[in-house]
């Protein structure tokens, strides 16, 4: 069983930034090959990709945080990262990052409040 672990969450007030990290702990082989991404779930929604990578470091963003938040991945480390700037409070949500192709279980997530 595989199990993701999702840190750097936190309250912060608008226009603050975080970097949230994630550990997905899986063989080098399968982790380089996969598109990993960010989701997040605010209260009373679903949970929704906000970015992605490839395999070959391509990114993807939804609009409401295109030019805001940044993905990044170290495949050495079976990690994934996400430099968020200027957050505002709709971006207030449980972050998850996760394989976007036949995820694996959820983890526990990290709790990113922006609020004044």
């Known amino acids: 069983q595989v199990r993701i672990v999702e840190s750097g969450g936190r309250s912060v007030p608008p226009e603050g930034s975080l970097r949230l990290s994630c550990i997905i702990p899986?063989?080098?082989?399968?982790?380089?090959?996969?598109?990993v991404g960010w989701y997040r779930q605010a209260p009373g929604e679903q949970r929704r990709l906000v970015a992605r990578?490839?395999?070959?470091?391509?990114?993807d963003y939804v609009d409401s945080v295109k030019g805001r938040f940044t993905i990044s991945r170290d495949d050495d480390k079976r990690q994934v990262y996400l430099q968020m700037n200027n957050l505002k409070p709709e971006d207030t949500a449980v972050y998850y990052c996760n394989r976007l192709t036949t995820p694996y279980d959820w983890g526990q997530g990290t709790q990113v409040t922006v609020s004044s």
């Open positions: 990578v490839s395999r070959g470091g391509t990114s």
């Open positions: 899986i063989n080098l082989s399968m982790f380089t090959q996969a598109t």
